[in-house]
């Protein structure tokens, strides 16, 4: 509550994306939060860092340069963000470096729309000396799939360029908030949801220089609702465990270090959705609210890595998605007056 300022009194503050370390007795944390009035005016978004001790002492709090923060991860002592980071009035970085003191060390820039290093949906982390990085590849001279696709780039300390890819199966983009893995040989676990329905998730096992050892198609057709890939652990056996969303659900996924699904266990999550707030769902573009929620006054649209893309006042208009490029958002009701939020559903765009 510190870090909000005195004027949002009467503001819905939403934390949108953080990331958070505990060493020995300090905790170390990144975050931002969205500024919404009753929501009707998005007011911007404010970013923080925080390092305390585990007996609430501050040691640091400090606003962090930064515009749009796509994802935010900890690693080597330092704390690393991957978005818009203004360090003088015309220069943004794309992937900064900042010392466990909140301070700007470094940065590079990403051609957002010619190299495939692409914001989008970036997610990303550090491990073992290397930065292991993704997001949605527009580059259509990148190897993989030649249209948009999920991809890869692996870069060394230094962040020179180790691999860049996209994936070789297309239909694939960004989602979750670890997709990477390693076992102890350090082969690479990554998982990817499908772009069009969120019907399916493929996991692949690389080599440490990303030749595909095995690639594994999850398909829950059959079943109601979308599922995305959360975070990825690897296990003692050498296998890896996929931490999924499903029908607001949290599926857990055991697939073996050779590539065979070994068991599969859904657990319902607290604020688990009471059933759907508008159809249909897949959509082409309009969308009708359920009678159920006929009190909502505005439907806020966001991306599924958090950031606000629309809004609609459903007293006057209709919920319609036509103009939005295919792919998954969250369709959030509020009824405005009472400042209160009726409901979410997640909705694919064909």
């Not at 692409?118 to 000396?129: D, Q, V």
């Amino acid at each position: 509550t510190g870090f909000i300022p005195s004027q949002s009194t009467g503001f819905i503050t939403m934390t949108q994306m953080s990331d958070f370390h505990l060493y020995n007795d300090t905790l170390l944390a990144a975050y931002q939060f969205l500024m919404v009035d009753s929501p009707l005016v998005f007011q911007g978004r404010r970013n923080f860092f925080l390092k305390m001790g585990l007996d609430g002492t501050v040691y640091v709090k400090k606003d962090l340069p930064v515009n749009e923060m796509y994802n935010v991860f900890f690693g080597n002592g330092k704390l690393y963000v991957q978005g818009s980071t203004d360090v003088s009035p015309f220069i943004a970085r794309a992937l900064s470096e900042f010392n466990l003191n909140g301070d700007l060390i470094r940065g590079i820039d990403y051609d957002t729309w010619g190299s495939g290093e692409y914001l989008e949906g970036s997610l990303g982390l550090w491990h073992k000396g290397r930065f292991y990085l993704t997001y949605v590849g527009k580059n259509d001279n990148l190897p993989g799939c030649p249209t948009d696709n999920a991809a890869i780039d692996v870069r060394d300390s230094s962040w020179a360029v180790l691999h860049r890819f996209k994936l070789p199966d297309c239909g694939y983009y960004v989602s979750g908030k670890t997709p990477f893995a390693f076992d102890a040989q350090d082969n690479v676990y990554y998982a990817a949801p499908d772009a069009q329905t969120s019907k399916k998730i493929i996991v692949y096992k690389f080599t440490p220089d990303f030749q595909v050892i095995w690639k594994k198609e999850l398909d829950f057709s059959g079943q109601s609702g979308s599922i995305f890939p959360a975070t990825l652990l690897t296990t003692s056996d050498g296998g890896v465990v996929i931490n999924s969303i499903w029908q607001s659900d949290l599926n857990i996924i055991k697939i073996s270090a050779s590539g065979e699904v070994v068991s599969s266990t859904s657990l319902p999550l607290a604020n688990k959705s009471t059933g759907p707030v508008v159809y249909p769902n897949p959509t082409v573009g309009p969308l009708r609210v359920l009678p159920d929620f006929s009190a909502a006054t505005v439907a806020l649209v966001t991306s599924m890595d958090g950031r606000p893309v629309g809004r609609f006042d459903v007293r006057t208009q209709q919920i319609d998605l036509s103009a939005y490029p295919s792919g998954v958002y969250a369709i959030s009701l509020w009824d405005a007056g009472l400042r209160r939020l009726l409901g979410t559903e997640v909705v694919v765009k064909q």
